[in-house]
């Protein structure tokens, strides 16, 4: 699976400005509004919202991947960001969080929904691709490094 072929460059994030994990959800499915017309943003953010009261998808090393399914969608989503700063998300090593990819499917996807989290997880675990993410200087430079993947 090549992750690169779900991602596109308006739904990249370079520089997150929230400050809390529900702002942090409400601005990752903000760029979707172009993407999914119709999209009810506030739920959508309520429906990744309700998945991290079941656990954090905070999972360390400064990363969270955010996820959650909505039956209105017809294409999974994949949204991308950056926190310069950092972001407390309840991360499981409790350290903040500034590497963001966050994954909306249809109910019906299943499948391609965990290959997606397992491609994004496989790719996070290396550390010089995590350097070179928090090391881009803008969205192009992310969506360039993101090419690779």
Known sequence: M???????????ISDLSA???SEVLAELVSPLVHRAPGLDLERAAGVLMDRETLGTTGIGDGIAIPHGKMGCLEEVFVVVGRSRS???FASLDREPAFIFFMV???ANVAGLHLKLLAAISRRL??????QA???APDEG???ELLQTV
């Open 19 to 21: 400050r809390t994990k």
């Open 125 to 130: 675990k290396e550390e010089a691709f995590r």
């Open 104 to 106: 909306l499917a249809p």
């Open 86 to 88: 950092g972001v407390d």
């Open 141 to 143: 430079g992310l969506w």
């Open 2 to 12: 090549k992750l690169a072929d779900y991602l596109h460059r308006d739904l990249i």
């Open 133 to 135: 993410f928090l090391a």
